[in-house]
């Protein structure tokens, strides 16, 4: 028999995510993206999420089913993102798979985007290994996380106790006057610059950090050390070095998750880790993650970039899972909830 046919669907933010998959097997991953229409106010605005959303969900849903060659009558289980998010944006994701649960009689998770982000790896590389090391980092999350038991239980070891490290990389750009979101133009960018051109402060590496802080970042620190790099050349009539800006500080945020991703894997004697998120689309990181890995002996496991940014198939993925180890759908009345925390994985 072959396994269930689960639909995924993501609206926490700017991206209308349709996926499909049966079991680990992806079959349709189809993106629909409001970002160009927040672009010119440097920021997503919730409002424009939500419409956007109402208009693009059900044209994303017909896409999908056309690609994954399925019809609605051939889903098994519907999974959506129901938190964390933006409430508007969530409920579109939410409302449409209750309805669509209700009229196709098949069971509905509501999951956690911030989960998704690292069981969507399974999509590429199968299963995840008992236990992993997460490592996430999205625009506005940024934990290591011990992943255990087939994702039944995540322990959050450490968190951002400031900005996101897609955050720093949105507000740096902005600095820099690069477009929104502002990630993968640094990345961009950084590609002609010296990412040792400029020494700029890895957080929570101070004296006495270590212990205090042994798992959680800090970038706010390095955005601020950025804007008074820029604004002093600019008050001496320099111009900025746009290229070793973003390298250096790319450098910088991709030092500090992977030194602290390698302790967390050490201190609890796991082999295996995982990058989950839209950052771990960036290739300093993908790349410096991988030299130490190897270094310390440790199995990485990234997505690959389009699996890493907000999609669908990350919550066909999560739904998959929860399914498969026998979990209860979601009760009928289950809430979109802006704040959920990683900790929770599905209601
Ligand atoms: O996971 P995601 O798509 O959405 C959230 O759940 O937040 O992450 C979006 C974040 C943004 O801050 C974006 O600038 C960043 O991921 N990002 C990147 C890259 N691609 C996306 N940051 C650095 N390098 C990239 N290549
Ligand atoms: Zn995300």
């Not at 519907?78 to 939410?94: H, K, M, S, Y």
């Not at 790319?250 to 998120?277: F, K, N, W």
Request: a negative charge; hydrophobic letters at 45%.
């Amino acid at each position: 028999m072959s396994a269930p046919i689960v639909l995924g669907i993501e609206t926490s933010c700017d991206e209308t995510g349709i996926g499909i998959v049966r079991g680990h097997r992806l079959l349709a991953n189809e993106i629909a993206s409001s970002v160009d229409e927040h672009a010119r106010f440097g920021g997503v605005v919730p409002e424009i999420a939500s419409r956007s959303h109402l208009e693009a969900i059900e044209p994303a849903l017909r896409r999908a089913c056309i690609t994954a060659g399925i019809t609605l009558g051939n889903v098994d289980a519907i999974a959506v993102t129901a938190g964390p998010g933006l409430v508007g944006a969530l409920i579109v994701g939410v409302a449409t798979a209750k309805g669509l649960g209700a009229a196709l009689g098949v069971p509905v998770y509501g999951v956690n985007h911030l989960a998704g982000h690292v069981v969507v790896d399974e999509l590429h590389h199968g299963p995840l290994p008992d236990p992993t090391v997460g490592l996430l980092v999205s625009g506005g999350h940024s934990s290591l996380l011990l992943v255990t038991d087939d994702v039944a239980s995540i322990t959050a070891l450490g968190q951002t106790l400031d900005d996101a490290a897609g955050e720093a990389f949105d507000k740096v750009a902005r600095l820099l006057g690069l477009p929104f979101p502002g990630g993968p133009w640094i990345d961009r960018v950084a590609a002609d610059g010296d990412p040792q051109a400029i020494d700029f402060p890895r957080g929570l590496t101070g004296p006495g950090d270590r212990e205090r802080y042994p798992y959680d970042f800090s970038f706010s620190g390095l955005k601020t050390a950025v804007a008074r790099w820029i604004s002093a050349r600019e008050a001496a009539g320099e111009r900025v070095p746009v290229a070793d800006v973003a390298a250096s500080m790319q450098e910088a945020v991709a030092d500090v998750l992977t030194a602290r991703m390698v302790s967390a894997c050490r201190d609890h004697g796991v082999g295996h880790v995982v990058i989950g998120g839209g950052v771990a689309a960036n290739s300093r990181l993908r790349a410096m993650a991988q030299e130490r890995c190897d270094a310390a002996g440790i199995l990485l496991r990234v997505p690959p970039p389009d699996l890493c940014t907000d999609n669908g198939a990350m919550v066909a993925a999560l739904g998959a899972r929860l399914l498969a180890s026998g979990a209860d759908p979601s009760p009928v009345d289950f809430p979109a909830t802006s704040n959920l925390p990683v900790t929770q994985r599905s209601w």
